[in-house]
């Protein structure tokens, strides 16, 4: 079955401490990204990726890290997480060659720090 | 930078009314995407629309894309409690590198 894995779903933290989130994905995708949603916002993406060892900044790359060190895994790193990075975040993949293809996001991860 | 506004926010519908959603982008469109949210889920894309003036139905569902490929929109006919959620429209730029997501429409239907 085609997905997009996040680790953890559920997360509290305190400001400060390092944490990272994980995404997979098994579908062979070149491309993959990383999405807040905020009330009100929608969702605004902090990096992308369009191939291994390919990163660049979204909108809102402010507090964020990644790296692409496979094809299949785009962790998303909050080196010192503040409050302001509450927020729902989703990882999203898709084939390259245009601006057309589907992207499939995964279930989302809640991250609260206080 | 680019711009994708959503209105309205949020509607309440009696099951059985229409519902449309209106997008409208601050620059042209090489094509115009829509996504569904339920609660507590994950977004799925529901459509693309690539050509100006371009109508696309699914089942009840009906998308349109402007003359002008700025603005977009989505129709609901006759809703129904399962059509509950949050509708986004979403357009690419940075050479279709990234994608800038309107803030979503949220459906809520009466039983």
């Known amino acids: 079955e085609a997905q997009v894995t996040q680790n953890p779903r559920y997360l509290i933290t305190v400001t400060g401490k390092k944490l990272t989130v994980t995404c997979s994905q098994n579908?062979?995708?070149?491309?993959m990204s990383w999405y807040r949603q905020d009330p009100g916002l929608g969702l605004r993406q902090i990096y992308y990726s369009m191939n291994v060892e390919v990163t660049d900044k979204g909108d809102v790359p402010e507090g964020y890290k990644v790296s692409r060190k496979e094809k299949r895994n785009f962790p998303l790193i909050l080196e010192s997480p503040s409050p302001n990075q509450t927020s729902l975040y989703f990882c999203?993949?898709?084939?390259?060659?245009?601006?057309?293809?589907?992207?499939?996001f995964g279930e989302g991860s809640w991250l609260t720090v206080v | 930078g680019q711009q994708v506004m959503q209105i309205p926010q949020y509607q309440h519908v009696q099951e059985g009314e229409d519902f449309t959603t209106y997008c409208n982008s601050s620059t042209t469109l090489s094509n115009i995407q829509w996504y569904k949210q339920r609660p507590g889920g994950h977004p799925v894309f529901l459509i693309q629309l690539v050509k100006s003036g371009e109508v696309k139905k699914q089942k009840r569902l009906t998308f349109q894309f402007g003359e002008a490929k700025k603005n977009s929109s989505l129709h609901i006919t006759a809703t129904q409690t399962t059509d509950v959620g949050t509708y986004f429209c979403?357009?690419?730029?940075?050479?279709?590198?990234?994608?800038?997501f309107g803030g979503g429409t949220r459906l809520m239907v009466k039983p």
């Open positions: 999203a993949s898709r084939l390259t060659g245009g601006d057309g293809n589907t992207i499939y």
């Open positions: 979403a357009g690419p730029h940075n050479a279709g590198n990234m994608l800038t």
């Open positions: 579908m062979n995708h070149e491309y």
